[in-house]
């Protein structure tokens, strides 16, 4: 005979933590995703980072389009809302209050992340051969060699 605290068997439910529309109950709308909020430049470094965390934590598919939003009469429609509210959130609080503010009617977190990537990931042809000049005109002069790796990988 079962106790009164226990739960029968048939009333468990299984939480899938592989699933996308899962969310902790630990992570929260001023949980960081990277530590450097992103300025303006820099685009393909805080990028990196933000798909990084967005992996982590099976997150990517808002973004990506793979985690589509469901009809509208689906049961799992407000979970899904509430999953890409919270994506939307992290990738605003990665920014900068003034690139925040700029962005804050945009209405999901793949429509945001392509409005970043519209304005951000442009191959810029200036900058492109300033970098390659920089490249070709490094030295090692007095640096270690760890040294003159690590600044040879930033360029």
């Excluded at 009164?4 to 109950?25: C, G």
Aim: hydrophobic share 30%; with cysteine; aromatic share 10%.
């Amino acid at each position: 005979m079962a106790r009164d605290d226990e739960i029968p068997a048939t009333d468990k439910t299984t939480l899938d933590f592989t699933n996308p529309l899962y969310m902790h109950p630990s992570e929260s709308t001023g949980f960081m995703l990277v530590l450097v909020d992103f300025d303006g430049t820099s685009y393909r470094s805080w990028r990196r980072g933000i798909l990084r965390a967005l992996s982590l934590k099976n997150k990517l598919g808002f973004i990506t389009g793979k985690c589509k939003k469901p009809d509208p009469n689906s049961t799992t429609l407000d979970q899904w809302e509430r999953c890409d509210d919270m994506v939307t959130l992290w990738i605003l609080n990665s920014l900068s209050k003034d690139l925040a503010d700029s962005l804050q009617y945009v209405n999901d977190a793949r429509k945001l992340w392509q409005e970043l990537e519209d304005r951000y990931d442009q191959t810029n042809g200036a900058k492109l051969y300033q970098l390659e000049k920089e490249i070709n005109d490094l030295s090692q002069g007095n640096l270690d060699i760890t040294g003159y790796y690590t600044k040879i990988k930033k360029l």
